[in-house]
């Protein structure tokens, strides 16, 4: 299985086509890049523009400009950029030593600016620039922001002085600061990553500061200008690298990037919200929300294109009609620039993406977006990394400009005529953020039951106040469980009341969403009295996502419990391991007092099958009781050692008075377990169910050799009529007959073939089967190896198309956090896999296929290589039939 990348894919709506290309564009392209372009991909096409009244020019290219990734246009129309030069430089990089600054000047007085020089060096990690109010450039690196002077005029910056200081032990480039912009009124807007969920301090210049403890998500502050007033605005992101206030300084980000949980997002940010992510939980664990799914937490506006880096409101340009109000995204990965016109709804809005300006994606050399800026004229400046294959810097690099074509209708820029945000709902969340609870009467009652999720978190925002406390103490015990679900946020951010009153009560609730959050306070916080009250949380109608979190709670809870008993004897704080889960999972299996829907849970989760006494339980289970039950134990089964297991295989899929699917999922574990015992059940070729023909027939693959079974094949396709049939189509794969070799052989014609339906039910064992390996790297509903992405989630961000893409072409795409690392040690041991974590002295932590996570000391290292190939190799396609991908395809657009 490819290691399917977590990107969001919508609808897309095309603007008019004919694009046009401003001639002059392609003048100043000769003019700045011509021995650029020629070294360095001359056949790349240049990005078109959807709607023909704009144009597209190329401004410049290296080595004018390289690897330029920040960009602003002050008032005076220069043109300043960051360059980098240190992003996971190379060690045979030959560039500066340090990230610069460039200024390009309009030296012609065509309305461009060209002429570059040097404005500012000496920087590491420099990521985005923003110019404040009063035309002051402003400067973020991943460990701070600084004003940039040039107080004689001579566009060189002569001193830099600090506004904020991050401090912490991490250094990774781009997880630290990197989001800025400037509000009219002074207050500059700074977003900060995820930090490897390190804790941090971010310093002010007045001595206030804003800690984050280990384990959190990344955050938006905001400062006045000069670095004074520092306070945190909101939480919950992986990286929000690109922030935006539009002119009715409503402020925007996209969130960049989501790893295996998709998709990327665009997000509206709201004082107090708290938008899901924390990095001390995997991508896809119960207590990580990505789109408002957790209490409390806010939903995205829209899912966005792949490593989303740039955010610009339309109003700040001059475009033709129509396009007022709308927010442009900067989709590194994806070659473009999208379009979201936002439609209210609630305090917030709704929206979808249509293509702006795109390249070719297919080139190596492609346009990769990075940020955007307005010039004072409204036209569009973008910066291009321009090799999507190389995450390090390499070189290469554009700057192009958008603008509306001479003769076509322009709207002047309309940002700088401020809009009051006025509608009602606005309103409405500005009186209960600001307002106190306890004087509003009824109205915090009812906004707590409120269907906008903005509106619930300014109340409970509210409610958190010190205040608010006699109210928030009254809202936790209220009749209505919608109440008591946001006074019980409220009084979990406030750390007020007496939390154990609050969770034992929670934990008994009678609504699913009061015991979710139960357990996830109790977790979190450590409250390791209430350990042995979980269970009840769960018992009670258990449901997938309380099962969940109940093993995530009583895990943190397990490991809350050794730190105490450690720190007491000068120990380190231990972090939750696989072993306490399974104790956890082996404890439910056993008590026959849990509902089956619980033991089921329990079944398709325990990994501990060396277990004697699991596996003995896991044969009960598999032999009696509930259908859905029978099946999970079944399919934990192929991996049991045990070596009952087989002859308990053979005889369910054997019995037919048992369902055709619990039969067929026994052949599949068979498969998986012992393949050498399928020849045994060769005569199903006939069985009465066709699943359970598909499934054996499959599963014979593997002993397609066999004398005996190849002509148990043979037979059984001789008596076939419909030669393109599923089943027939795996007779002649496992025969290797001359019709099998007539299969699609191009990708356009495997995504012709693939457009018919699918069955899901037998996708899932397409996937769970040995002969398609998807588990060896890959997830799914607690299935399966997390080494690429966790595909639990898939269907919420891959459409169809793309899924058929990430599997017949994997390399086509890979995301940077599952790239492809090869280290080679000075003995020759070659390791290779997705690097986890480097340490501060480049020490590379690598989960590597089939060898687990392995860190190799940097004085061993002799090479440490990344491929531009996906370690899912082309050709997945050729160990399934037709049907087959039909299948995969159908149960992987199931998982949402």
């Known amino acids: 299985m490819p290691f399917l990348r977590s990107h969001h894919v919508l609808q897309s709506k095309v603007l008019p086509s004919k694009p046009g290309i401003g001639v002059r564009g392609m003048a100043l392209g000769l003019v700045f890049s011509l021995a650029a372009m020629s070294a360095h991909g001359a056949d790349v096409p240049m990005p078109v523009a959807r709607d023909h009244q704009l144009q597209v020019e190329l401004v410049a290219s290296e080595p004018q400009i390289v690897t330029p990734i920040g960009v602003a246009v002050d008032k005076r129309n220069r043109l300043f950029v960051v360059e980098s030069h240190t992003h996971h430089r190379p060690a045979d990089y030959k560039g500066p030593a340090t990230d610069l600054v460039k200024m390009f000047v309009d030296t012609n007085n065509d309305g461009i600016p060209d002429s570059p020089k040097v404005f500012a060096e000496g920087f590491k990690s420099a990521m985005n620039l923003a110019l404040s109010p009063t035309d002051e450039l402003y400067l973020v690196h991943r460990s701070g922001v600084v004003v940039l002077h040039d107080?004689?005029?001579?566009?060189?910056?002569?001193?830099?002085?600090?506004?904020?200081?991050?401090?912490t032990a991490e250094v990774y480039p781009h997880n630290g600061l990197s989001g800025i912009t400037f509000s009219r009124d002074g207050w500059l807007y700074l977003g900060m990553g995820e930090n490897f969920g390190a804790e941090h301090r971010l310093r002010g210049t007045d001595g206030r500061s804003v800690h984050t403890g280990p384990g959190r998500g990344g955050k938006?502050?905001?400062?006045?200008?000069?670095?004074?007033?520092?306070?945190?605005?909101?939480?919950?992101?992986?990286?929000p690298f690109g922030l935006e206030l539009d002119r009715a300084n409503r402020l925007f980000c996209v969130d960049n990037?989501?790893?295996?949980?998709?998709?990327?997002?665009?997000?509206?940010?709201?004082?107090?919200?708290d938008y899901g992510y924390k990095r001390r939980y995997d991508d896809t664990n119960a207590f990580n929300g990505w789109d408002g799914e957790l209490p409390g937490t806010l939903p995205m506006l829209s899912g966005v294109g792949e490593s989303p880096c740039g955010i610009l409101s339309c109003d700040r340009l001059s475009l033709p009609e129509?396009?007022?109000?709308?927010?442009?995204?900067?989709?590194?990965?994806?070659?473009?620039i999208e379009m979201y016109r936002l439609q209210p709804h609630g305090v917030s809005f709704r929206t979808s993406k249509e293509i702006l300006m795109a390249g070719e994606k297919k080139f190596k050399e492609a346009f990769c977006p990075v940020d955007m800026a307005a010039a004072p004229d409204g036209s569009l400046y973008i910066t291009d990394w321009a090799d999507r294959t190389s995450y390090p810097v390499h070189g290469k690099g554009r700057i192009w400009r958008l603008s509306t074509k001479r003769g076509a209708s322009a709207v002047k820029p309309a940002y700088e005529n401020a809009l009051a945000e006025s509608s009602k709902e606005a309103l409405r969340f500005q009186r209960l953020l600001n307002g106190k609870p306890a004087a509003q009467d009824q109205e915090w009652k009812l906004s707590l039951t409120d269907s906008d999720p903005f509106i619930r978190s300014a109340t409970i925002t509210a409610l958190a106040r010190p205040e608010a406390r006699e109210t928030l103490a009254k809202a936790v015990t209220d009749s209505d469980p919608a109440v008591r679900l946001g006074a019980m946020i409220a009084q979990w951010r406030s750390r007020s009341g007496d939390p154990m009153a609050t969770l034992r009560a929670a934990l008994r609730d009678t609504d699913e969403r009061i015991r979710f959050l139960a357990l996830w306070w109790a977790g979190e916080d450590g409250v390791v009295g209430l350990s042995e009250e979980l269970h009840k949380a769960v018992a009670q109608q258990p449901t997938p996502e309380l099962f969940q979190a109940y093993l995530t709670a009583a895990e943190l809870l397990a490991a809350s419990s050794n730190a105490d008993a450690q720190q007491q004897s000068g120990g380190t704080r231990p972090k939750p391991t696989a072993a306490v889960r399974q104790q956890l999972l082996a404890r439910i299996l056993h008590d026959d007092a849990q509902p089956a829907a619980l033991h089921a849970m329990a079944a398709a989760t325990v990994t501990s099958l060396n277990d004697a006494k699991i596996a003995a339980r896991l044969l009960y289970f598999a032999s009696s009781g509930e259908l859905n039950l029978r099946r999970e134990a079944v399919r934990t089964l192929g991996g049991c050692p045990a070596p009952e297991v087989p002859a308990t295989l053979k005889s369910i899929a054997l019995d037919i008075a048992l369902p055709a699917p619990l039969r067929a999922d026994a052949i599949m574990s068979l498969a998986r377990r012992e393949p050498s015992q399928l020849a045994a059940l060769s005569g199903l070729l006939n069985d009465q169910d066709m699943r359970v023909q598909l499934e054996i027939a499959r599963s014979l693959r593997l002993v397609a050799s066999e004398t005996s079974v190849r002509n148990q094949l043979r037979l059984k396709l001789a008596t076939l009529s419909d030669s393109s049939s599923a089943l027939a189509q795996q007779l002649h794969l496992a025969l290797q007959t001359e019709s099998a070799t007539k299969r699609p052989a191009s990708e356009v014609e495997w995504r012709e073939a693939v457009k018919a339906p699918g069955d899901a039910v037998s996708?899932?064992?397409?996937?769970?089967?040995?002969?398609?390996?998807?588990?060896?790297?890959?997830?799914?509903?607690?299935?399966?190896?997390?080494?690429?992405?966790?595909?639990?989630y898939v269907a919420r961000s891959l459409d169809q198309e793309r899924l058929v893409e990430a599997i017949l072409v994997p390399s086509r795409e890979v995301a940077p956090q599952y790239e492809h690392h090869i280290v080679t040690t000075k003995a020759g041991m070659v390791y290779s896999g997705v690097l986890v974590h480097s340490a501060l002295d480049g020490a590379p932590l690598i989960d590597a296929l089939g060898a687990g996570r392995i860190r190799v000391p940097m004085t061993q290292v002799a090479r440490h290589d990344t491929s531009t190939l996906s370690m899912m190799p082309a050709g997945l396609e050729n160990t399934m039939t037709v049907q087959d991908l039909r299948d995969l395809i159908a149960y992987l657009t199931t998982l949402k």
């Open 257 to 273: 990037d989501p790893g295996g949980r998709p998709p990327c997002r665009l997000l509206h940010i709201v004082p107090g919200g």
């Open 763 to 792: 996708g899932e064992r397409v996937f769970l089967h040995p002969l398609s390996g998807c588990t060896a790297c890959h997830q799914a509903e607690g299935r399966g190896t997390s080494i690429g992405p966790n595909l639990t």
């Open 322 to 336: 129509g396009y007022a109000g709308a927010l442009l995204v900067a989709s590194w990965g994806d070659a473009a």
């Open 220 to 239: 938006v502050f905001r400062c006045r200008a000069d670095g004074s007033e520092l306070e945190e605005v909101a939480a919950g992101f992986w990286n």
């Open 151 to 167: 107080a004689n005029g001579d566009g060189v910056s002569e001193r830099t002085s600090p506004v904020v200081e991050l401090e």
